[in-house]
């Protein structure tokens, strides 16, 4: 069974960037037609996709994100790391690491990490 964790600074100052890593167990990133995903969710709303990294390599962002977004891997660690520039306050959210499959056209997640946290405040 695949696990993920988060890991990384909880408090991020405005203007900064957001720097978040997920360590994958129990599978390889780079399984065949698995997609590596971050989600985040800010207080008391719903659930954001940010983007994906591919498990060959290749990413795809939120068109709201993309310009502030950047997600690599590190294929020796079985990780992948969100990079969120520019942060401001409202990208205070629970953030998530997720993975999954396509099914029937749609990215379909299967495992979740428990979601960390990020404050944005100087």
């Known amino acids: 069974q695949v696990q993920l964790q988060e890991s990384g600074p909880g408090l991020v100052k405005p203007s900064q960037t957001l720097s978040l890593t997920c360590t994958v167990s129990g599978g390889s990133i780079t399984t065949n037609y698995y997609y590596w995903s971050w989600i985040r969710q800010p207080p008391g709303k719903g659930l954001e996709w940010i983007g994906y990294i591919a498990y060959t390599g290749s990413t795809y962002y939120s068109p709201s994100l993309k310009s502030r977004t950047s997600i690599t891997r590190d294929t020796s660690k079985n990780q992948f790391t969100l990079q969120l520039s520019s942060v401001t306050p409202e990208n205070a959210a629970v953030y998530y690491c997720?993975?999954?499959?396509?099914?029937?056209?749609?990215?379909?997640?299967?495992?979740w990490g428990q979601g960390t946290k990020v404050t944005v405040s100087s």
């Open positions: 997720a993975g999954g499959e396509y099914s029937g056209g749609y990215l379909s997640i299967g495992s």
